[in-house]
Structure formats: C-alpha cells, structure tokens
C-alpha cells in the first residue's frame, strides 16, 4: 500500500467490528467434550456398556438355561461348550455368571433409581424451605443415617424371607439419605444464588424457582451421587448373597455365585474367578465414569 | 403521599437475627441491617444510595423489592403500602418494581438461553400471547441496549461481563417497570465497561421516564448518575443531599470523610487535598456504639454524641442530616 | 542513578486448552530506588501477570515465561535456581495481594507468621525477633500492636489483615514492594488509610513500590511513573504529570474520561471506550487498539506501532505520533 494511504482516518463504516462471543455449546454437549478427555471414565462407559449387553442379549444366545442342570457333566473345567466351565450341578456357569448380571445390575439400577427419587424430593424440600422444616427433615436423615443397613436388612429377615424385595426395601431405606443431604446442600447454595433472587424479584412462584432454577442447576452432583450409587448398591447385595441374605437358588446373582464358588475353591477356581471378575469390573468402570462425570460437570471448571 | 413521589420509604427497619447451634433461640441477638430510615424517592429522578461494608444499603434494596420481609415499618409505593402486602399480592406489583444486581455472573441463570431469560418475566406476568410475540418483544429489547438479537438462543457464559449486565437489564425491562432499584450494577465491570452501562441507564431513563434507585459504594459514580444523594453508615441515614452538594457541601464529618476518601484522577489537585484520614475500622454490627453512630471514628464528638442518637432534620432545602453539629 | 529492577522484553504466555493465550507480549520498563511506579489497566491486560512473572510466581503449567530478562539488583531473576529465589522472595522483593485473607495461613497467629519470616531472612536471635515484630506492626500504625501479636487472621478486620501483609512485606526491607491491586478489596475510608501509608512507608523504609491497579486515581496519588497497559502492552509510559495531564494514546484518553470525577463541576455524560479488548489467543497484527479507536488510521491494522517519545521519559505506541500522521488531538476535559 502507498505510504499516503496508509495514514487515512478509516472511517466507523469500513471498521468491520468483530463481536466478542465464544461458540455456543450447550450444557451436555460441553459436559460430553470434557468427558470424552477423560480415557479412564470412557473405558468405563465401554465397560459398563458391554456388561449391560451381555445381561440382556446373553442368555438369549446361551445355549443352556441359568437353571438347566446336568448331572452327567457337573464341575467341567473351562472349554469351548462352557466358557466358564459348569458347577456343581452342572450347569453352564457362563450363562449363570450373565442371567446374575441381570439381578445385580437390576439392582444397582432400581436401587439408585429409588434413591434418586426420594433423595431429590426430600432433599429438594428440606434445602428450599429451609428453617425449622429443614431442621426436623435433616435430624430424621440423620437418624436413619446412624443405623448399620445390615441391621435393618437382619431386622427385615425377621419378617420377610430372603430374597430381592428385602434388598430392594433395605436399600431403599437407607440409601437415599446420601443423596437427600447432596441435594439440600445443593438447593441451599442455589437458593441464595443472585439468579434465584432475580427471579423471585420478576414474581416468580416458589415451584417456578424450585423447578425451572433450583433442579437443573443441580443436575450435575445429582447425576454423579446417582452413578456413584450403582456400584454401592451392586456390591451391597452382593456382600448380602454372598452372606445367604439375599437371592437364594436356583436364582442367581454375582454375589451367590461367588458364595458358591468359594466352596470348592482349590479345585474349580474359576466358579469363584468369574463372577469375582465381573463384579470387580463394573466396580471399576461405575468409579471411573462417576469420577469422570463429577470433573465433566462441575460448573466451575466451565469457563 | 405527595404527588410526585414514587416511592415514600417510612421508618424501615430490618433486623436480621443471629442463630448459633441448632437450638439456638431466634430471639437472642439481632443485626440491626437497616435500623428506622426514611426517605422519599420523586417519579423519573434517580436517587443514589451510598455506604460502605455494614451500612445495610444492599438490605434497603432488598427489603423494598421484598426480598426480605420488613421488621417494621413502610414502603409506600405508589400509593401502596408494599411492605405489608401477601408475597401472591406482591408478585403483581413485581411487575412496575424491578431490580438489577451486582455480579453480571451469579445473576443470570446458567442452564437457560438468553431468550429463556428475558421472557421469563413475560411468561410470569401473561404479556403477549404467544411464544413469538414475546419472542420477537426480547429481539426488540436486546436491540434497544445494544446487543445482537441473533443471539437470542446463546447461553450467559458465551458473553462478556458487561454484556451479561445489559441482558440482566434487558430482563427487568421486559415487563416495563416503572422504577428500578440497581444493586452495584457496574462495581464488577471494567472502567471502560462501567461508562458504556451508565450511559444506557441514562439514555433509558431519559426514554421511558424510569425511576432509579442506585446503590453503590462509588461516591464518584453516584454522584454522577444521581440527583438526590443519601449517605448511609451502619444502617442509618447519615445525610441527604441534592447530589451537587454532597460534594461541595458535605455536613456531615461521614460525608466529608467519605469524599476525601476518594481518590481524583489527578496528580496536581491529589497532591494539594487536604485528606480527612478517619481513625480506626467501621464498627460491628452487632455491639453498635451508642449515641451516635459515627461517633467512635469522628473527631467533633461531644458528649451528646455518645449518649443519645442524633435525628435526621433539615437544614436546607433538601439537604438533611443526622448531626448535633448542626443541631444545637 | 542505577535502576534497581530492569525487565526487559518480558513475555509470558498460558498454553490453555483453547490456545496459547499472549498475557504478556514483550514489555520493557525500569524501576529506580525509592521511587513508586503505577501499573494501570482493565482486566486481562497482563498487569497481575507482569507483577507474578517479577517475582517468578507463575506456575508451569498452564503460565510459563517464554521470553525476556529480569534483572533485580544485578540478578538474573529468570536464571536464578528455585531455591535461591525462595530466599529473594520476601528479602529483596515482597508483594502484597488483593485478599490478604487468603495470604495469611488461618491457623497461625499473626505473631508467629511474622517471626517466621524474619527467621528465614534475617540473623535476629529471638528475643530481637518479636522486639522487631511489634516495632514493624507499630510502623503500619497498628493500635496495639501487643495485642495483634497473639490474633489469628480473621479475628482482624480486612483493612487489619492488609496493613499487617504490608508490614510483613517490608519486614526485611526488601528492595522492591510490588502491590497487587491492595485495595480493591477495602471499603474506601480503608483504602485511603492504606494509601496514605504507602506512601508515609515509602518514604521511611527506602523501598520502591509497583502498584498494579485497574482505578486510574488510585496512582494519581502516590506514583511518580505510570505504565499504562492494554492487551499485554505496555501502550503508554511516563511520569504522572505526561499522563494524566497530557496523555498521548487514545486508550488512555479513554480511560481518564470514563470515570466521572468526584470534583466535577457540571454533570455531563461519560465518554466511553465502544467494544472489548482482544482476544489474546490470537491478537491483532497491528495495534490491539485499532477495533475501538476513534483515531484509526489504515496502518494500525497493518502494522503495531513502534516507541515513540514525544517527552523525555514518555513513551507511547501510537501511529498517530508518526510524523506523516494527521493531527489529532484529544477532545476537550
């Protein structure tokens, strides 16, 4: 350019003012990018992934049933016909090992589902009212919270006989006071938040702020208190069937299969081996992607 | 209630109690925020309230919008007692009683978009009938304070801290209020930014006729934006006074303290001030001092001052004060 | 006169996740003995970032100092080991932060934090330590000094808390004082009482002082030379009178008329600076100022401005000091 020109005045119309804005990315979108950094919480998700599968589609390609005994052929080591050999009945110890993922990942699932849903509203109510209501609802949690769940689970066997309602009910009484307490930590802070205070100065009604504000702003510790759940509850009922108090035969779960497992040890390792490597491995891959989901979401590492 | 005045505030107090353990009593020892003020504020000025930290002026805000529920007293606005009406009764008034807060960051809601924000108060208050209406109302909002009604669908995060402001602003403009109380709007944002906002305050005032209350601890922008000017320390009214004197004749030891304080942008007139340096710290909320607030950092105090609370009288026209300088 | 700190095309950089963002790009500025000097700027301009990479406090990762030379008292701050440094560090350079809640250690009293400093730097025995602690709490006017002694931090009011981080930072008598933004955190009747003695300490303690500020009036007060910085620049440099009565760069032309002064006669609108500050992911080739300039010549685009020095002592990037410039001048105060 000439040496002239190059000490014009541009004027305000030829200065093209770029505007100042990030790309827009959503919440979950951007909550998926961070996470998708994370290798350990992937390889978690794929884990967990196969294993969910596994439970629902395995048994339908299984040649044998879960309860299909044969006596001709009991304790068979690990071959091509049973990949995890059979035990003391005979039975395909493969197809036993998915038919119990099904039972202990229900279970996972149901009880952290139960304990989402009484968790978040208890929780949610206490937080939001605040006060002497918050009082009395966080003294009942903390009662609940001081009493062992195998002394309620031992209670319960008083009544009823061992088996998945006495886990489910078990579970859902104590567990939910984990997430209750998440959640009214939760609501108190964003109770206070100028955001909330904005909107109860446009006139908005108490259910307006607690649904449209509160919740979804809480999403992301509910979320990862939720999956951190699963393997607890997994393993919980687990440690019950492995003790005798939970499913009893000829249903199978990991924990009773491992209970069983254990009998013949020295012999036959691998009826101990393979559900011990299932419950080992969803222990793992539920950690690592609730760990993995805690860093993706918390809002302060969104900038 | 006089004609003019939009908003009378009368012997507002508000007492925030001080609760230890849980079975604390509620009844024990209060925070006296906002202890027996008031003042008048006329339609279409801006009135400027200034403090420091302790001087409960975010709390008078707060307790005129109904935030806080009052201890006692009355906030007539216009023609209605606002403080003892029901929070469904309330929620209506909302509608002409706005507010904007401080942090451009806390108070826009994360998880929605802009248009999800600035219509809310839409869908609160049933203006428009449709989606599009209020729709193309935000569009129109967002334009009149400058920013690009494309990004409407954008999220608070994808915006600078003084933009965030104008969205926050375009929000309490939605259901075109009358009178709008300013908590610190521009103390988080840069200089630069600072200038740009005030600017539009004033451009929207001079527009639609609003009504500002303007809190902040920044005499100087005060002093800029207001007409009237109230000086408030440790939740009471020190002086007020139209806002060209609160400079030139500051009456209260407070006030003149106050305007030494600040700092000019000059190096000749900062070198040949004469600086009131005031003693010691703000005192507590709690273990007020008796007598006369002010009086443990003044250095006129008489033994008057120590024993009984000094009233704020007038001493010319609109200029009042709480002083027994001024008031033998 | 020998100046006691040289930087000297200093550039630090942050490798973040969105890019390597430019916080410092190549500044040059000296500092003499007992002398105080204001660095001004808004949020982002590299200010905090200069005052850190002077006391070599940036963490690797994300910030590193890519480039440059600091030279303090005739040390090589930047090829100094870590070790080293620790014992620079509150001996021959302090600083003094924003929040000083979060400088003190809460767990500890006053008394101890400022012994223990002492004992790293200086040969006192004991008893001579606490002797100087209540002296130096005196110096920062301390009422009872004694009492102070035996409190832990947030028994003490934040204006309390910063007097004592002063006194700690001059416990040792350091050569340099760098204080980061100390009152913005402080109620105004606070501020001027710490303004006040920094500038009483300045003259007693034979120290120089960097205020790093984003309030223009702050400095007006007690610096003698001001930076003004923009954009991790250094866009206007010169002694207070040179900026603030006769200022060269439109930025700061800007600056000074966007803040309403408390002593002003009329009422009159703010003039305002339109638009944001780059990007410093990937600032502009020219000057950084060009997008919100009113004086905006075709070659601020094209090219950034060399160092032009209209004064002894005044420095200023700007084309428009360019001979073949049109004549610009500020609009009227």
Wanted: overall charge neutral; aromatic content about 8%.
């Amino acid at each position: 350019m000439e040496e002239e020109k190059l000490f014009e005045k541009i004027s305000k119309e030829e200065l093209e003012i770029k505007e100042f804005v990030r790309p827009s990315i959503g919440y979950w979108a951007d909550a998926w990018r961070r996470l998708k950094m994370n290798r350990l919480a992937i390889a978690g998700l794929v884990m967990i992934s196969i294993v969910i599968l596994l439970a629902i589609f395995g048994p339908m390609f299984s040649p044998y049933g879960y309860d299909e005994t044969n006596l001709n052929n009991v304790y068979a080591p690990i071959s091509r016909e049973h990949w995890f050999g059979t035990d003391e009945l005979g039975r395909d110890e493969f197809t036993r090992v998915l038919y119990g993922a099904r039972i202990s990942l229900a279970v996972g699932f149901v009880a952290s589902f139960i304990n989402l849903i009484i968790g978040v509203i208890y929780g949610g109510i206490s937080g939001f009212l605040g006060g002497k209501t918050d009082n009395i609802m966080m003294r009942i949690v903390d009662i609940l919270y001081s009493i062992p769940t195998l002394l309620i689970v031992i209670l319960l066997m008083v009544v009823l006989k061992p088996g998945l309602t006495n886990i489910f009910i078990a579970l859902g009484i104590s567990y939910w006071v984990g997430m209750a307490r998440i959640v009214r930590g939760q609501t108190l802070s964003l109770k206070e938040q100028e955001f909330t205070l904005a909107a109860r100065t446009l006139g908005a009604s108490r259910t307006r702020i607690l649904i449209r504000h509160i919740v979804p702003n809480a999403i992301g510790p509910i979320v990862v208190t939720a999956t951190l759940l699963i393997p607890n509850a997994i393993f919980f009922e687990s440690f019950l069937s492995f003790i005798g108090l939970g499913v009893s035969a000829p249903m199978a779960s990991w924990g009773s299969l491992a209970s069983d497992g254990i009998r013949g040890f020295q012999s036959h390792p691998n009826l101990l081996f393979a559900p011990a490597l299932f419950i080992s491995v969803s222990m793992l891959s539920f950690n690592f992607l609730g760990d993995g989901l805690r860093d993706a979401l918390d809002p302060r590492l969104r900038k | 209630m006089s004609e003019d005045n939009i908003l009378e505030v009368h012997n507002l107090k508000k007492y925030f109690p001080i609760r230890s353990g849980i079975f604390a009593s509620t009844k024990g020892v209060m925070v006296k925020a906002v202890d027996d003020i008031s003042f008048n504020v006329k339609r279409g000025e801006t009135v400027g309230l200034v403090g420091e930290t302790g001087s409960g002026k975010t709390t008078v805000g707060r307790t005129i919008i109904r935030l806080y529920d009052p201890t006692e007293g009355q906030v007539i606005f216009e023609g209605i007692d606002i403080a003892s009406l029901s929070e469904k009764e309330m929620n209506k008034v909302r509608r002409r009683l706005q507010m904007i807060f401080q942090d451009p960051y806390a108070s826009l809601d994360p998880r929605l978009t802009v248009e999800e924000i600035v219509t809310e108060p839409m869908e609160i208050h049933n203006l428009y009938n449709t989606k599009q209406e209020r729709r193309e109302r935000a569009a129109y909002i967002l334009n009149l304070l400058g920013l690009n009604p494309e990004h409407l669908s954008r999220f608070p995060h994808e915006f600078s801290g003084g933009q965030r402001q104008r969205i926050g602003l375009a929000r309490a403009l939605a259901v075109e209020p009358e009178f709008i109380i300013c908590d610190e709007p521009v103390s988080a944002l840069d200089v630069s930014i600072q200038a740009q906002i005030i600017n539009t305050f004033e451009d929207l005032q001079d527009e639609f006729n609003l009504t500002y209350l303007f809190i902040s601890h920044d005499l100087a922008m005060v002093k800029h934006i207001s007409d009237e000017v109230i000086v408030m320390y440790l939740g009471k009214i020190m002086e007020i006074a139209p806002s060209k004197e609160i400079y030139d004749k500051p009456l209260h030891p407070y006030t003149q303290a106050l305007n030494s304080a600040v700092p000019i942008p000059d190096p000749v007139v900062e070198k040949k001030r004469e600086r009131i340096i005031l003693e010691g710290d703000i005192s507590s909320n709690i273990n007020l001092p008796t007598g006369c607030r002010f009086n443990p950092r003044c250095k006129y105090t008489m033994n008057i001052c120590k024993e009984k609370e000094p009233q704020l009288l007038e001493v010319s026209a609109g200029h009042k004060v709480a002083c027994y300088l001024y008031n033998k | 006169m020998q100046p006691v700190l040289k930087v000297r095309n200093l550039k630090t950089q942050f490798f973040t996740y969105s890019g390597v963002v430019q916080a410092v790009r190549g500044i040059d500025f000296d500092v003499y003995p007992a002398e105080a000097v204001g660095i001004v700027g808004e949020s982002g301009c590299g200010k905090s970032v200069t005052g850190l990479s002077i006391m070599r406090l940036i963490t690797y990762p994300p910030g590193k100092i890519v480039q440059g030379e600091i030279n303090l008292d005739g040390i090589d701050i930047l090829n100094t080991p870590e070790k080293e440094m620790q014992k620079i560090r509150g001996g021959k350079i302090s600083m003094i932060f924003q929040d000083p809640m979060t400088s003190l250690n809460p767990a500890l009293t006053i008394g101890y934090q400022m012994s223990e400093m002492l004992r790293l730097h200086t040969n006192l025995k004991n008893n001579e330590i606490k002797e100087r602690v209540i002296e130096l709490l005196n110096l920062v006017r301390i009422k009872s000094p004694e009492e102070v002694y035996k409190q832990y931090p947030h028994q003490l009011s934040g204006g309390m808390r910063q007097r004592v981080m002063i006194a700690m930072a001059i416990s040792c008598e350091p050569k340099i004082i760098i204080a980061d933004e100390p009152t913005t955190s402080v109620d105004v009747t606070i501020q001027a009482q710490i303004l006040y003695l920094l500038h009483d300490l300045k003259e007693r303690v034979n120290s120089s002082i960097i205020l790093i500020t984003h309030n223009l009036a702050v400095v007006a007060g007690l610096c003698s030379r001001i930076l003004v910085m923009y954009a991790g620049l250094v866009i206007e440099e010169g002694s207070d009178f040179q900026i603030f009565e006769n200022p060269k760069h439109p930025y700061t032309w800007g600056l000074l008329k966007s803040v309403p002064r408390i002593d002003q006669e009329e009422k009159e609108k703010l003039s305002t600076i339109a638009g944001l500050p780059p990007d410093l992911i990937s600032p502009p080739k020219g000057c950084p100022f060009s997008l919100r300039c009113d004086y905006a010549m075709r070659i601020c685009f094209e090219q950034l401005p060399p160092y032009f020095e209209p004064e002894k002592g005044h420095r200023v990037i700007c084309w428009l000091l360019d001979k073949r410039a049109p004549a610009a001048t500020r609009s009227k105060k």
